[in-house]
């Protein structure tokens, strides 16, 4: 899905403010506010924005977006935090990634490692490395979900406690201010409890609008993970649970 410039610039601003009005956009960008109403139109059609009454709200926290929608929202940002966490990862090691947006940007910044043994339930992130020789890519089975390419249930949930790794990067949809990670599917949540309990060290990597969302089923809590990459983790609760639990916080947009 191609987004021009003043779209993601506009999604940005929803996604801060909540929502975006017709007059305010046309202001900024300094164009009548038919081509912003189109802008609008467009960005609701592809389901990104929902409209209201003189401009458009950002989807509702609760609402789980559609995989490609997803990919869209913090892109850059998911890109650095992809970089930030592969850089953990020494060449040699073994390691599972989970499914997630984020997890795939990790995923693809691994393409100048060494040699890696790579367990994965994704099948978007077996198949981008499969390719690559200095890979040993290792794929679970079980109930593939047609939404995103993701592995669920138990037969992966058995296939992963096979294993014991040297990291796991994991994503979650939700971060609540207690520290909880959430996700929608209680299938992919077993999954992801059971990679967190098979791995010496797990990484978990979120963009900062996690914390903006919510979702119904528990995966764990920020303390039992032992680095936490994100771009800006401004819940001064979170930052406070990463230092009492001495879970290392890496923020990508402090850091350039």
Same mark, same amino acid.
């Given at each position: 899905?191609?987004? @021009?410039?003043?779209?993601?610039?506009?999604?940005?601003?929803? +996604?801060?403010?909540?929502?975006?009005?017709?007059?305010?956009? *046309?202001?900024?960008?300094?164009?009548?506010?038919?081509?912003?109403?189109? =802008?609008?139109?467009?960005?609701?059609?592809?389901?990104?924005? &929902?409209? @209201?009454? %003189?401009? !458009?709200?950002?989807?509702? %926290?609760?609402?789980?977006?559609?995989?490609?929608?997803?990919?869209?929202?913090?892109?850059?940002?998911?890109?650095?935090?992809?970089?930030?966490?592969?850089?953990?990862?020494?060449? &040699?090691?073994?390691?599972?990634?989970?499914?997630? #947006?984020?997890?795939?940007?990790? %995923?693809? !910044?691994?393409?100048?490692?060494?040699?890696?043994?790579?367990?994965?339930?994704?099948? &978007?992130?077996?198949?981008?490395? +499969?390719?690559?020789?200095?890979?040993?890519?290792? @794929?679970?089975?079980?109930?593939?979900? %047609? #939404?995103?390419?993701?592995?669920?249930?138990?037969?992966?949930?058995?296939?992963?406690?096979?294993?014991?790794? =040297?990291?796991?990067? @994991?994503?979650?949809?939700?971060?609540?201010?207690?520290?909880?990670?959430? =996700?929608?599917?209680?299938?992919?949540?077993?999954?992801?409890?059971?990679?967190? *309990?098979?791995?010496?060290?797990?990484?978990?990597?979120?963009?900062?609008?996690?914390?903006?969302?919510?979702?119904?089923?528990?995966?764990?809590?920020?303390?039992?993970?032992?680095?936490?990459? #994100?771009?800006?983790?401004?819940?001064?609760?979170?930052?406070?649970?990463? +230092?009492? &639990?001495?879970?290392?916080?890496?923020?990508?947009?402090?850091?350039?």
């Amino acid at each position: 899905m191609f987004l @021009i410039p003043r779209h993601k610039e506009i999604l940005d601003i929803a +996604r801060v403010q909540g929502k975006v009005l017709v007059e305010e956009l *046309a202001s900024r960008f300094e164009i009548t506010p038919q081509t912003i109403r189109k =802008d609008l139109n467009d960005l609701c059609e592809k389901k990104l924005l &929902n409209r @209201i009454h %003189g401009g !458009a709200v950002f989807p509702s %926290g609760t609402e789980n977006m559609q995989y490609e929608q997803r990919r869209l929202i913090a892109a850059t940002e998911k890109d650095a935090i992809g970089r930030a966490a592969a850089a953990l990862i020494p060449d &040699n090691a073994s390691l599972f990634v989970n499914i997630g #947006t984020t997890t795939e940007a990790v %995923g693809q !910044a691994l393409l100048d490692h060494g040699r890696l043994m790579i367990i994965t339930n994704n099948i &978007n992130v077996a198949n981008k490395l +499969r390719v690559y020789p200095q890979f040993e890519v290792v @794929i679970a089975g079980g109930v593939v979900r %047609g #939404t995103d390419g993701g592995i669920v249930g138990e037969a992966a949930v058995d296939f992963i406690r096979q294993f014991k790794v =040297d990291y796991a990067v @994991i994503g979650a949809s939700a971060i609540d201010d207690d520290g909880a990670l959430l =996700d929608f599917d209680f299938r992919e949540v077993k999954v992801a409890q059971a990679i967190i *309990a098979n791995a010496r060290h797990v990484i978990l990597v979120s963009d900062s609008t996690k914390f903006e969302r919510t979702a119904p089923v528990r995966i764990g809590h920020i303390s039992q993970v032992h680095t936490f990459v #994100t771009d800006d983790c401004f819940p001064e609760n979170l930052r406070k649970i990463c +230092r009492e &639990n001495d879970v290392q916080l890496i923020e990508t947009a402090k850091s350039r």
